[in-house]
């Protein structure tokens, strides 16, 4: 397994704001890279596949972006919807998911 | 619309055995690679197993590697995943997942999840 490192593991936000969420593989992915969110007591939801191409049916206030060793989340413009754990998760050479960033209202 | 419904959670004692089963509807699931992740409070969200679109390719975590089994009926359009040699690490919710790509060989994004079932492993 390749180890995802994201940062930060909790973050607190006001509606409005925007956040970025960042995460670390410890040797390079590529693109190989995405982002889900998930809510209390609902299963994980794709945002982002590839690095930065936005799932269908996803706000285009989520973006992603970066490649080999470093990523980032950008929510631009928080809503109530938004707060939740976010995850990174990468593909090489199995599917390996990092440990999670809480976004909280402030 | 894709849906994906898990079944067969349970309480089990360590060294026990349990099947999990997940109904798929709404998307041609014969086309599609599917996967098992499990939610654990120790470990986080891990992914399980993997089953090409045509079940001829499976590949699991080192973690339950030997222990676990990947199945699925595409006549039926379900996923299976048989458990045995439990263990209280093992204890977790299960969530079944679809991949993101038509007939991709390989490991792909979780694009639909279920909404999961929880195996609890303890005597």
């Known amino acids: 397994d390749i180890p995802l490192t994201q940062s930060p593991s909790f973050l607190s936000a006001s509606v409005g704001d925007s956040v970025t969420i960042t995460c670390r593989a410890s040797?390079?992915?590529?693109?190989?890279l995405a982002w889900y969110q998930q809510k209390p007591g609902q299963a994980p939801k794709l945002l982002i596949y590839?690095?930065?191409s936005l799932q269908s049916g996803v706000p285009s206030r989520f973006s992603g972006s970066g490649s080999g060793t470093e990523f980032t989340l950008t929510i631009s413009g928080l809503q109530p919807e938004d707060f939740a754990t976010y995850y990174c998760?990468?593909?090489?050479?199995?599917?390996?998911f990092g440990g999670g960033t809480q976004v909280e209202i402030k | 619309q894709v849906h994906l419904v898990e079944s067969g959670g349970g309480v089990v004692q360590p060294g026990g055995s349990l099947r999990l089963s997940c109904a798929a509807s709404?998307?041609?699931?014969?086309?599609?690679?599917m996967n098992w992740v499990r939610q654990t409070p120790g470990q986080g969200l891990e992914w399980v197993a993997f089953?090409?679109?045509?079940?001829?390719?499976?590949d699991y975590a080192d973690s339950v590697k030997g222990r676990f089994s990947i199945s699925r009926d595409n006549s039926k359009n379900t996923l299976f995943l048989h458990m045995s040699s439990l263990r209280p690490e093992d204890t977790g919710v299960y969530y079944c997942?679809?991949?993101?790509?038509?007939?991709?060989?390989?490991?792909?994004?979780?694009?639909?999840w279920g909404q999961g079932s929880l195996v609890t492993v303890s005597s």
């Open positions: 997942a679809k991949g993101l790509h038509y007939y991709d060989s390989t490991f792909n994004w979780f694009d639909s």
């Open positions: 040797q390079g992915i590529r693109w190989h």
């Open positions: 709404g998307f041609t699931f014969s086309g599609y690679g």
């Open positions: 998760q990468q593909l090489n050479p199995y599917p390996f």
């Open positions: 089953i090409r679109y045509d079940g001829m390719i499976e």
């Open positions: 590839a690095a930065s």
